[in-house]
């Protein structure tokens, strides 16, 4: 086989194709998520108060109060 076989077969190859593009949409929705609840956020800062009053009810519903 020679070197310009080689090339075009490597060329036209498309196997992992997909698992990439996944891999690079998993990274962009990161992004955006991350993005979306940063700390200095409305959202961010609206699930940082649910998740405080979360934790203070299971906290106050363990001690019986």
Same mark, same amino acid.
């Given at each position: &086989?020679?070197?310009?076989? @080689?090339?075009?077969?490597?060329?036209? %190859?498309?196997?992992?194709? !997909?698992? #990439?593009?996944?891999?690079?949409?998993? #990274?962009?929705? =990161?992004?955006?998520?991350?993005?979306? #609840?940063?700390? %200095?956020?409305?959202?961010?800062?609206?699930? =940082?108060?649910? &998740? !405080?009053?979360? =934790?203070?009810? @299971?906290? =106050?519903?363990?001690?019986?109060?």
């Amino acid at each position: &086989m020679s070197l310009s076989q @080689i090339t075009k077969r490597f060329i036209n %190859d498309e196997r992992g194709v !997909t698992a #990439v593009e996944y891999a690079i949409l998993g #990274v962009a929705i =990161s992004a955006i998520i991350l993005a979306a #609840v940063a700390n %200095d956020s409305t959202l961010g800062t609206a699930i =940082s108060n649910a &998740m !405080t009053q979360i =934790s203070t009810n @299971i906290t =106050s519903a363990n001690t019986g109060g």
